[in-house]
């Protein structure tokens, strides 16, 4: 008898535990499962209230490799923004809902069936072939030599 307030104190505390991210942390590599193409290899999450608002305010540019995945997010504006980016809004399965090129400073988008967005440096969804439809996969960003916006992981292809 001496198990069941062991097992409830347990469940109990479970429970009541702060949750914990499915999102990985750190810098975060995505992969156009759809395309086995690469989009990002350094990708930062924003993921609470003041890192969505920031956004990418106050930089000069993003790196080829470079992006901010924000959720949820369904809609940016890059209003103050000194550069143009590419945009990839994301259902909760990480699946492609809209694309965006080259949206420069000064606009706005949106995409209401979204639960993130990636902004990523212009060019992107071009050179990666992105389109509505496809599976994106995120993972922790790895050492070895990748190269994003290719025809596959290895910087050999």
């Known amino acids: 008898m001496s198990m069941i307030p062991q097992r409830i104190a347990k469940a109990w505390g479970e429970f009541f535990a702060p949750r914990r991210s499915a999102t990985p942390q750190g810098p975060l590599r995505v992969l156009n499962l759809t395309r086995d193409t690469i989009l990002a290899t350094r990708l930062e999450a924003a993921h609470s209230s ?8 106050g930089r000069d540019s993003l790196l080829r490799g470079e992006g901010l995945w924000i959720a949820p997010c369904e809609s ?7 550069f143009a980016i590419d945009l990839v809004y994301l259902d909760r399965k990480q699946q492609v809902r809209k694309v965006r090129n080259e949206v420069g400073p000064w606009r706005m988008s949106a995409c ?21 439809g496809d599976s994106l996969e995120f993972a922790p960003a790895t050492t070895p030599a990748t190269t994003p916006a290719t025809g596959g992981a290895e910087s050999g292809r």
Do not use: C, D, N, Y
């Open 76 to 82: 940016v504006h890059t209003f103050f923004m000194r």
């Open 50 to 57: 003041a890192t969505r608002r920031k956004g990418l305010l």
């Open 112 to 132: 209401w069936s979204a639960h993130s967005v990636l902004e990523l440096p212009a060019g992107t969804i071009v050179a990666t072939r992105t389109e509505r």
